[in-house]
């Protein structure tokens, strides 16, 4: 049996392993993405998309079509049994601004989103290996040697790297002897997508009062015909999803005999639980999504959460597969890491108040105040006191180009796969260009005008002082004018003699992202 070879082999393809996937297509790694499914996953499940996570897609070139198949958040609308009810939002109310410029949480329907991600990954030549199981793997000195099982028999592949992204019960993992630590939440619950009459699409419906062993939503699924079902079901023992025990089960909940299920189009039942990987990467294998920590679904969190792991991944893997030093991937679990055990707290706590009845979102849930502050990555010279800190996530600010006057936003500026530096009134020729590291000045000879002083505002950036933004959309350094050499040793620290800024008789830069 011959054996082929790529620099990375990703192992599931729901939303982690198409994130990792698109992001190394955009960097032209080779890769291979495989799944055992024969099919894409059909269900609604992970319906919400964060904020962050639709900056997170503009990036990455899908958030108008994500934002084109799906809708807001409706209102929560609590029925009681006298046949009254009283809406409520379930989200705290926010506008979007300039700095952040994705306020609310949106929904799309998981199936349509990975098939968004599948589309984008075809326009950038990639595809899914479907059908197609990892059953093997040993790691050498030199990378690692999986065993594929699919249609057409076995196969050997050499990959440079493994990535895990193969779900909860991840193969990955478990070869890998890695823990799994956690606790499963008392609740078993079951999600069906349907076809329905009877409820207006206005409100996401929910029955059964304040015990959660007998409540019951009913939530109209933007851009589509259905809704998602979603009850508490007994912790033991079969469940019978067929049509008449849903509608039976309808009936008995929601007391109501007016609500009519016309089509089950897909159901499943599922324990939840809170669990978090001991460690995200052994050698060179690693972990990203359901595969490193699952989540309850209550609040939106675990499928963004897995976006994010792959977003922060590709770029490390890019540059240590271009010559970085492999102790960059250290940095992936180092950051990625506590904000799963964070976000496992929340999306726990916010089960703990759904069984209160309290279904609200605040917006922590949103994810725009997650960040690296206490990287390796970051670097401050000298250190800030603004509230903008390295590692935190780059805000937004409209500017105006200073040669035209056309509108620009600094998200279009950092879009792609590149690093980007951008000062504050200095001088533009002070940084030499390069095909890694995208240079911008704001103010004084500077291509850009801010105009309305949103970018002041967002960055407290002083004028002569610099801004390294990461290819993920975090900010990497501060930096003052007179401290470049600082932000030269940092990189070469962080991504090696081939990657950072080098500074020659004047103050000149070049990064090799």
């Known amino acids: 049996?011959?054996?082929?070879?790529?620099?990375?082999?990703?192992?599931?393809?729901?939303?982690?392993?198409?994130?990792?996937?698109?992001?190394?297509?955009?960097?032209?790694?080779?890769?291979?993405?495989?799944?055992?499914?024969?099919?894409?996953?059909?269900?609604?499940?992970?319906?919400?998309?964060?904020?962050?996570?639709?900056?997170?897609?503009?990036?990455?070139?899908?958030?108008?079509?994500?934002?084109?198949?799906?809708?807001?958040?409706?209102?929560?609308?609590?029925?009681?049994?006298?046949?009254?009810?009283?809406?409520?939002?379930?989200?705290?109310?926010?506008?979007?601004?300039?700095?952040?410029?994705?306020?609310?949480?949106?929904?799309?329907?998981?199936?349509?989103?990975?098939?968004?991600?599948?589309?984008?990954?075809a326009g950038l030549g990639g595809h899914v290996q479907a059908g197609c199981e990892l059953i093997g793997f040993e790691e050498d000195a030199d990378g690692v040697t999986a065993t594929l099982a699919g249609a057409q028999g076995r196969e050997t592949v050499h990959a440079r790297y493994l990535v895990g992204t193969d779900g909860g019960r991840s193969f990955v993992r478990r070869t890998l002897g890695i823990d799994f630590p956690g606790k499963t939440l008392g609740v078993r619950a079951m999600v069906a997508d349907l076809e329905l009459?009877?409820?207006?699409?206005?409100?996401?419906?929910?029955?059964?009062?304040?015990?959660?062993?007998?409540?019951?939503?009913?939530?109209?699924?933007?851009?589509?015909?259905?809704?998602?079902?979603?009850?508490?079901?007994?912790?033991?023992?079969?469940?019978?999803?067929?049509?008449?025990?849903?509608?039976s089960m309808v009936e008995e909940r929601a007391g109501r005999a007016d609500i009519r299920l016309?089509?089950?189009?897909?159901?499943?039942?599922?324990?939840?639980?809170?669990?978090?990987?001991?460690?995200?990467?052994?050698?060179?294998?690693?972990?990203?999504?359901?595969?490193?920590?699952?989540?309850?679904?209550?609040?939106?969190?675990?499928?963004?959460?897995?976006?994010?792991?792959?977003?922060?991944?590709?770029?490390?893997?890019?540059?240590?597969?271009?010559?970085?030093?492999?102790?960059?991937?250290?940095?992936?679990?180092?950051?990625?890491?506590?904000?799963?055990?964070?976000?496992?707290?929340?999306?726990?706590?916010?089960?703990?108040?759904?069984?209160?009845?309290?279904?609200?979102?605040?917006?922590?849930?949103?994810?725009l105040d997650l960040g690296y502050r206490d990287s390796v990555l970051a670097m401050e010279a000298p250190t800030r006191s603004a509230t903008l800190r390295a590692g935190d996530r780059a805000p937004d600010a409209p500017l105006a180009d200073a040669s035209s006057g056309a509108p620009v936003r600094v998200f279009e500026l950092l879009a792609g796969p590149h690093w980007t530096l951008l000062g504050h009134a200095t001088d533009p020729g002070a940084i030499a260009t390069h095909p890694g590291l995208r240079v911008h000045v704001v103010g004084g000879e500077g291509g850009f005008i801010d105009a309305q002083g949103h970018f002041r505002d967002a960055w407290a950036l002083p004028p002569g002082h610099w801004a390294l933004v990461r290819p993920d959309g975090h900010i990497g350094a501060f930096v003052a004018a007179d401290r470049l050499p600082a932000?030269?040793?940092?990189?070469?620290?962080?991504?090696?003699?081939?990657?950072?800024?080098?500074?020659?008789?004047?103050?000149?830069?070049?990064?090799?992202?």
């Open 1 to 121: 049996m011959s054996t082929t070879h790529t620099d990375v082999l990703i192992c599931g393809a729901g939303a982690a392993g198409l994130t990792l996937a698109i992001d190394l297509a955009r960097r032209g790694v080779d890769f291979r993405l495989v799944d055992k499914l024969a099919a894409p996953f059909p269900g609604s499940r992970g319906k919400g998309i964060q904020p962050r996570t639709l900056e997170v897609f503009e990036d990455l070139g899908i958030v108008q079509a994500i934002l084109a198949a799906g809708g807001p958040y409706p209102p929560q609308r609590v029925h009681a049994a006298d046949g009254s009810h009283a809406d409520t939002a379930m989200v705290a109310e926010a506008a979007a601004t300039p700095a952040e410029p994705y306020a609310l949480p949106w929904m799309c329907p998981q199936a349509t989103t990975e098939r968004i991600m599948r589309e984008r990954l």
């Open 197 to 247: 009459d009877g409820l207006p699409r206005d409100a996401w419906h929910r029955f059964g009062g304040e015990v959660m062993e007998q409540t019951l939503s009913l939530c109209p699924l933007a851009g589509t015909a259905l809704f998602q079902m979603h009850a508490a079901v007994p912790p033991d023992g079969e469940v019978d999803v067929s049509l008449s025990a849903l509608q």
């Open 262 to 367: 016309r089509a089950v189009a897909w159901a499943s039942v599922y324990r939840m639980h809170a669990r978090l990987a001991a460690r995200y990467r052994i050698g060179r294998v690693l972990l990203a999504g359901d595969a490193a920590h699952t989540h309850p679904p209550t609040g939106g969190q675990g499928l963004n959460t897995s976006i994010q792991d792959a977003y922060n991944l590709g770029w490390k893997l890019a540059a240590v597969l271009a010559g970085a030093p492999a102790a960059l991937l250290d940095s992936y679990e180092e950051e990625r890491r506590p904000v799963a055990a964070d976000v496992l707290g929340l999306s726990t706590r916010l089960l703990d108040a759904a069984r209160r009845g309290d279904n609200r979102r605040s917006r922590e849930a949103r994810q």
């Open 487 to 513: 932000l030269h040793d940092h990189l070469t620290r962080v991504l090696g003699s081939r990657a950072p800024v080098q500074l020659h008789r004047r103050p000149v830069s070049t990064l090799d992202a």
